[in-house]
């Protein structure tokens, strides 16, 4: 499985920034998502996209603002940020075989290497 994240740079506040996650060797069905991490933190799981009715899970902190697809015909999972702030600045990863338990969000499968979003106030 091998993934490839891009599309990470700088927002200002209010502003819009879409990443993509290229995956290959893994089935876009079973679960996909997205995490961020900040330093000194752990990563957070933001947004998931599960199973063929394309069930999307999201993360408070990003609930409205962030919209999670996938583009099957490419193998390609997006992240749509909108209304971005400050406290969105960070390293996001994509991630595979992802599942929300007891309402977070968490892979049990392979990790992209990080895009850093930054996002200025």
């Known amino acids: 499985v091998q993934l490839q994240a891009s599309g990470g740079g700088l927002a200002q506040t209010g502003g819009s920034l879409t990443l993509s996650c290229a995956v290959s060797?893994?089935?876009?069905?079973?679960?996909v998502g997205w995490f961020r991490q900040t330093p000194g933190k752990g990563r957070e799981g933001i947004s998931a996209?599960?199973?063929?009715?394309?069930?999307?899970f999201y993360a408070d902190s990003v609930k409205g603002r962030f919209t999670i697809s996938r583009d099957k015909a490419n193998n390609m999972v997006l992240l749509q940020m909108n209304d971005m702030k400050p406290e969105d600045t960070a390293v996001y990863y994509c991630?595979?075989?992802?599942?929300?338990?007891?309402?977070?969000?968490?892979?049990?499968?392979?990790w992209g290497q990080g895009t850093q979003v930054t996002v200025s106030s």
């Open positions: 060797g893994f089935d876009l069905d079973l679960g």
């Open positions: 996209i599960i199973s063929t009715d394309d069930n999307t």
């Open positions: 991630a595979t075989d992802v599942r929300v338990v007891a309402d977070l969000i968490i892979s049990f499968g392979s």
